[in-house]
């Protein structure tokens, strides 16, 4: 069963730093693009970041360009998300999503960790 | 950026219904638009990709069409199951993907 599975989620003040985790399994993680996309609490879906298969194309919103930084470790078949300076407008259920085929749609998703950025 | 937008952002509707959600983008977007179902507390599901082509696994009943900057999702015969939130996603920009603001179905 493919399978996303993030870790690193919780409270960190206004200005902290948070490393999120993607755990992959049942497919061939090397062999797919990953991307992060957050869902602010009753807010609609937002594009994060992407990585290629093997890192060489990464891309961000502008909205956290300079301050997130997505890798991957292909050995270990995970997937990170590195963020700095974290501002409240930050706070969101951060997912890790599967590009299938370098399409830009994304299958599957993981559940899902909550990031919530206040003082 | 591409916007995408959609109507209604919230529709009630009954079991056996036929409903019909749309999505329009702020430029051609040819057939790069993606269709997601998200129920509460859960991750996003991909329902049909390419405007039209529906992800394995995913029931007959769920349509896509369109195709430039008019999209509609439809679904024949509304199940008790299928009451939860969409979302329109475009990936003709790609890595610069946007998605629809949503639209909850809800219960009548």
């Known amino acids: 069963e493919v399978q996303l599975v993030e870790s690193g989620g919780g409270l960190v003040k206004p200005g902290g730093s948070l490393r999120l985790s993607c755990a992959a399994s049942?497919?061939?993680?090397?062999?797919?693009?990953m991307n992060w996309v957050r869902q602010a609490p009753g807010k609609g879906l937002e594009w994060v970041s992407s990585?290629?298969?093997?890192?060489?194309?990464?891309y961000y919103a502008d909205s956290v360009k300079g301050r997130f930084t997505i890798s991957r470790d292909n050995a270990k078949n995970s997937l990170y998300l590195q963020m700095n300076s974290l501002r409240a407008e930050d706070t969101a259920v951060y997912y890790c999503?599967?590009?299938?085929?370098?399409?830009?749609?994304?299958?599957?998703w993981g559940q899902g960790t909550l990031v919530t950025v206040s003082s | 950026d591409i916007q995408m937008t959609q109507s209604p952002s919230s529709l009630s509707a009954s079991v056996g219904d036929r409903v019909t959600i749309t999505c329009r983008a702020s430029?051609?977007?040819?057939?790069?638009l993606n269709w997601y179902q998200q129920k509460p507390g859960k991750a996003p599901k991909l329902l049909i990709y390419?405007?039209?082509s529906l992800q394995s696994g995913v029931p007959s009943r769920f349509s896509g069409s369109g195709s430039g900057t008019d999209f509609t999702l439809t679904i024949s015969s509304l199940q008790p199951e299928d009451f939860a939130t969409y979302y329109c996603q475009q990936s003709y920009s790609t890595p610069s993907i946007t998605f629809g603001q949503g639209t909850r179905l809800e219960i009548k």
């Open positions: 049942g497919f061939t993680f090397s062999s797919y693009s």
């Open positions: 430029q051609s977007i040819s057939s790069y």
């Open positions: 999503a599967r590009d299938p085929g370098n399409y830009g749609w994304f299958d599957p």
């Open positions: 390419a405007a039209s």
């Open positions: 990585i290629s298969s093997s890192s060489s194309y990464i």
